[in-house]
């Protein structure tokens, strides 16, 4: 079993940048770290994802070129940072793991969650 732990959002000013962090228990051989979000009133969606042969998603529109996914494999940890942020960015965001070298958008598909962390933009 793979444990996951986020790190702490918090609240964040528009237009400010944010880090995320996830630390896994362990990231298997073959693996994909994805990032979803779950806004007030809405579904959980996937963000980003990235995978052990240095594969990487984007997912919506509104995140291309405000965010980035990046992992320190030596310290088991996956990184998202995202730039000029906005109300629309507020929500829990939840690090997910599966042991395949694959960026699914589907919860469905990650065995392994971490806790989810609030972030709240305020304007």
């Known amino acids: 079993e793979v444990q996951l732990q986020a790190s702490r959002g918090g609240l964040v000013q528009a237009g400010g940048s944010l880090r995320l962090s996830c630390v896994a228990s362990e990231l298997t051989r073959d693996y994909a770290v994805a990032w979803f979000r779950e806004a007030p009133g809405k579904e959980r969606e996937g963000v980003s994802c990235?995978?052990?042969?240095?594969?990487?998603?984007l997912w919506g529109d509104a995140e291309r070129g405000r965010l980035e996914i990046s992992s320190d494999t030596a310290q088991n940890t996956v990184f998202l940072q995202i730039t000029g942020l906005t109300s629309e960015d507020t929500g829990v965001y939840y690090c997910a793991h599966m042991s395949r070298r694959m960026c699914i958008p589907d919860p469905s598909r990650y065995p392994y969650w971490g806790q989810g962390t609030q972030v709240t933009v305020s304007s």
């Open positions: 990235i995978t052990s042969g240095g594969g990487r998603a």
